[in-house]
C-alpha cells in the first residue's frame, strides 16, 4: 500500500471514528432524507388528492406565502441561538455574565437582536420573490400579521430552549442552532394542510402552534377572513411554549453556574 494510500485512509478513518463517538453526526446522516421524505411525501399527497398543483387555488401566494412564514420562524429561531454563540466564540460570555446584566436581560437583548435580523431578512425575501416570482407579499393580507407575531414567538421559544441546551452542553449541541426549527417543520404543515397527516400526527401537530399558524393562513388566502380558532389555539399555546423555555433557561443558567460550566465554555 502506497503513502498516499495510507494517508486518506488514515483520515477516512479518523472521520469514521469521529461520527462513532458523536451521536449528532450520526443524526445527521438521517436526519436530512427523513426531513425530505416527509415533507415533499405530504405535500404530493396533498397535490394528489386535489388532482395537481393548478386545482389549487391561488398557488403562489400557498406556496411562497408558506416559505416566506416559515423563513420567519427559522429565523426567529436561529437569530437567538447565533446571538448566544457569537459570544461564545469571541469568547465574550464570562464578561458578560460577571457584568451586571441579569439572566432576562440577556435574553430580551438576545430577542431584540434576533427581530432587527429578521426585519432585515424579510424585507430582502420580500424583493426577491417580487423581483423572481412577481409575487407581491402584501397579497397575503393584514389578517396574517397576528398569525406572524405568532410564528416570531414560537421561534424565540425555540431559540432560547436551542440557547439554554448549547448553554449545558457545549459545542456538542452546536448543530442545535441550524437544525431544531426543522424538527417541527413535517408536523407544521407548511405546505400542506394538517388533514394531510397520519391521524397520529395530527394529534401531535395540533400540539404546535405552527400548525395553526399555517392552517390559518391558509384559511386568510383562501376566504379573506381571521380563524379565531386557529389564533387562539396559536396564542395559547405559545403561552406555554415561552413561559416553558424561560423557565428551562433560567433551570440551566442555574446548574450551569453551579457546576463551574460558564467558565468552560466561556473560554
Given at each position: 500500500?502506497?503513502?498516499?494510500?495510507?494517508?486518506?485512509?488514515?483520515?477516512?478513518?479518523?472521520?469514521?471514528?469521529?461520527?462513532?463517538?458523536?451521536?449528532?453526526?450520526?443524526?445527521?446522516?438521517?436526519?436530512?432524507?427523513?426531513?425530505?421524505?416527509?415533507?415533499?411525501?405530504?405535500?404530493?399527497?396533498?397535490?394528489?388528492?386535489?388532482?395537481?398543483?393548478?386545482?389549487?387555488?391561488?398557488?403562489?401566494?400557498?406556496?411562497?406565502?408558506?416559505?416566506?412564514?416559515?423563513?420567519?420562524?427559522?429565523?426567529?429561531?436561529?437569530?437567538?441561538?447565533?446571538?448566544?454563540?457569537?459570544?461564545?466564540?469571541?469568547?465574550?460570555?464570562?464578561?458578560?455574565?460577571?457584568?451586571?446584566?441579569?439572566?432576562?436581560?440577556?435574553?430580551?437583548?438576545?430577542?431584540?437582536?434576533?427581530?432587527?435580523?429578521?426585519?432585515?431578512?424579510?424585507?430582502?425575501?420580500?424583493?426577491?420573490?417580487?423581483?423572481?416570482?412577481?409575487?407581491?407579499?402584501?397579497?397575503?393580507?393584514?389578517?396574517?400579521?397576528?398569525?406572524?407575531?405568532?410564528?416570531?414567538?414560537?421561534?424565540?421559544?425555540?431559540?432560547?430552549?436551542?440557547?439554554?441546551?448549547?448553554?449545558?452542553?457545549?459545542?456538542?449541541?452546536?448543530?442545535?442552532?441550524?437544525?431544531?426549527?426543522?424538527?417541527?417543520?413535517?408536523?407544521?404543515?407548511?405546505?400542506?394542510?394538517?388533514?394531510?397527516?397520519?391521524?397520529?400526527?395530527?394529534?401531535?401537530?395540533?400540539?404546535?402552534?405552527?400548525?395553526?399558524?399555517?392552517?390559518?393562513?391558509?384559511?386568510?388566502?383562501?376566504?379573506?377572513?381571521?380563524?379565531?380558532?386557529?389564533?387562539?389555539?396559536?396564542?395559547?399555546?405559545?403561552?406555554?411554549?415561552?413561559?416553558?423555555?424561560?423557565?428551562?433557561?433560567?433551570?440551566?443558567?442555574?446548574?450551569?453556574?453551579?457546576?463551574?460550566l460558564l467558565a468552560k465554555t466561556g473560554e
Amino acid at each position: 500500500m502506497s503513502g498516499s494510500t495510507q494517508r486518506i485512509g488514515a483520515l477516512f478513518t479518523r472521520h469514521v471514528y469521529v461520527i462513532r463517538r458523536n451521536p449528532m453526526r450520526v443524526a445527521e446522516l438521517v436526519y436530512w432524507p427523513l426531513l425530505d421524505l416527509l415533507i415533499w411525501g405530504f405535500l404530493s399527497i396533498y397535490l394528489s388528492r386535489l388532482g395537481g398543483a393548478g386545482a389549487l387555488p391561488n398557488f403562489i401566494a400557498f406556496f411562497l406565502g408558506a416559505l416566506i412564514l416559515w423563513d420567519l420562524l427559522f429565523r426567529a429561531q436561529q437569530g437567538v441561538s447565533i446571538a448566544y454563540l457569537e459570544e461564545v466564540w469571541s469568547r465574550n460570555l464570562l464578561n458578560l455574565f460577571v457584568s451586571p446584566l441579569s439572566v432576562g436581560e440577556f435574553l430580551a437583548a438576545t430577542v431584540l437582536i434576533s427581530l432587527a435580523k429578521l426585519s432585515l431578512s424579510v424585507v430582502i425575501m420580500s424583493i426577491l420573490a417580487g423581483v423572481f416570482y412577481g409575487f407581491n407579499i402584501l397579497v397575503l393580507g393584514w389578517s396574517l400579521v397576528p398569525f406572524v407575531a405568532c410564528l416570531l414567538l414560537m421561534g424565540w421559544a425555540l431559540g432560547i430552549t436551542t440557547t439554554a441546551l448549547v448553554l449545558r452542553f457545549g459545542q456538542a449541541a452546536e448543530s442545535l442552532a441550524w437544525v431544531l426549527a426543522f424538527i417541527f417543520q413535517p408536523l407544521s404543515a407548511v405546505f400542506y394542510p394538517v388533514s394531510v397527516l397520519p391521524p397520529v400526527m395530527q394529534a401531535l401537530a395540533r400540539l404546535l402552534p405552527s400548525a395553526h399558524v399555517f392552517e390559518g393562513m391558509r384559511a386568510v388566502i383562501t376566504t379573506g377572513h381571521i380563524p379565531l380558532n386557529h389564533l387562539a389555539w396559536a396564542f395559547g399555546l405559545d403561552v406555554l411554549y415561552m413561559a416553558g423555555a424561560i423557565a428551562f433557561f433560567y433551570r440551566t443558567f442555574a446548574v450551569v453556574k453551579e457546576r463551574g460550566l460558564l467558565a468552560k465554555t466561556g473560554e
